[in-house]
């Protein structure tokens, strides 16, 4: 019979290796398929992640775990990664994951997963628990072997002190409601991340934030925005292009990634400079009933 619980400090690395396996082929995208990369990223945004992760047990052997490591503590919203379950009663494990995680982690309001396409169990389960498809959405690929140097048209520079207010009204208006405030990207490790913007004279007319990865060594794209008023210059991707010359020179990295809902057309944009579909997957909300 299985059994249910908080994961422990000192099996994290076990745990890491089991969502490996089963995450082989990203079927849940928002965990990466490396068992040490796993590890790793357990502890990129929690400095006690096994406060927020659960297993299922059964016969002395790990048969599911369920994670919810970028647990963001005031907002109480999460990122699941899971349900990862090696056992004939999906439904089941996934069921006793699902209590377990709330009974450790009580009055969590909202929690997000994005799950690849082919991961049918999963969306399946999620919908029977009451989360909502949000949306369809594309993870993007390009390799340092397809990328030529990008030579860019505009002036670009890093965001300097005196835009910030122009930088945060223009993520606002682009990404409401977006996982990352303007104030939180600016604090966020200047080694890893940088904030381009394209200016005209004083005014800021679109910014692109991107960060480098260490585990697995990627680059990220994670937003792109241009004035709604200076759109369709070229602006998004000269500071696309840009930011790949930082990515692959400065960096050193081999691939650089991002996700694109469907129905953006930005997605042209992102295939205009070598970007190829890598993986498609359903962003799905929960939110608890009041
Ligand atoms: C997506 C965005 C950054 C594009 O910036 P932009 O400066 O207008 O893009 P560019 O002028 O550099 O476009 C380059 C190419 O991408 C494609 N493209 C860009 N926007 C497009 C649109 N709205 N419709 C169709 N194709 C588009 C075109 O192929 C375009 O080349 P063309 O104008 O010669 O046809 C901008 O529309 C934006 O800020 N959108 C809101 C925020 C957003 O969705 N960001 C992306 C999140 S993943």
């Known amino acids: 019979m299985a059994t249910f619980r908080k ?10 290796h089991f969502i490996g396996q089963i995450n082989h082929s990203n079927l849940c995208l928002h965990c990466v398929a490396n068992a040490e990369d796993i590890y ?12 927020f ?3 299922a047990e059964e016969d002395g052997q790990l048969v599911g775990a369920l994670c919810n490591t970028d647990y963001e503590i005031p907002d109480k919203e999460g990122w ?12 089941k494990i996934a069921n006793g994951l699902w209590d377990t995680l709330h009974n450790i982690t009580p009055g969590i309001l909202k929690l997000n997963i994005y ?25 993007y690929k390009i390799e340092k072997s397809r990328f030529q140097n990008f030579q860019s048209k ?5 965001l300097e002190e005196q835009d910030f207010n122009d930088f945060k009204k223009l993520h606002e208006l682009a990404f ?23 200016k005209d004279g004083r005014y800021l007319l679109g910014y692109l934030h991107a960060e480098a990865q260490d585990a697995p060594p990627n680059g990220y794209v994670h937003f792109l925005a241009i004035d ?35 129905d953006n057309p930005a997605r042209k944009l992102y295939e205009s400079v070598g970007f190829v579909l890598e993986y498609s997957g359903n962003g799905m909300t929960w939110k608890a009933t009041k």
């Open 7 to 16: 994961a422990k400090k000192e099996e994290l690395k076990q745990i890491a």
């Open 40 to 51: 790793k990223n357990m502890y990129e945004w929690l400095d006690n992640p096994e406060d």
């Open 53 to 55: 992760i659960v297993v």
């Open 80 to 91: 699941l990664w899971g349900p990862f379950i090696k056992h004939s009663n999906y439904t």
């Open 115 to 139: 799950v690849r396409i082919e991961n049918k169990e999963a969306i399946e389960y999620y919908a029977s628990k009451g989360f909502k498809t949000t949306s369809l959405a594309h993870l």
């Open 154 to 158: 505009h002036s670009i520079s890093i």
């Open 176 to 198: 409401p409601g977006a996982y990352h405030t303007a104030q939180q990207i600016t604090e966020l490790s200047k080694e890893k991340n940088i904030i381009y913007t394209i």
């Open 228 to 262: 709604p008023a200076a759109r369709r210059k070229g602006l998004g991707k000269n500071l696309l292009g840009h930011s790949l010359n930082w990515f692959f020179n400065d960096k050193n990295l081999k691939t650089v990634t991002l996700t694109v809902k469907d």
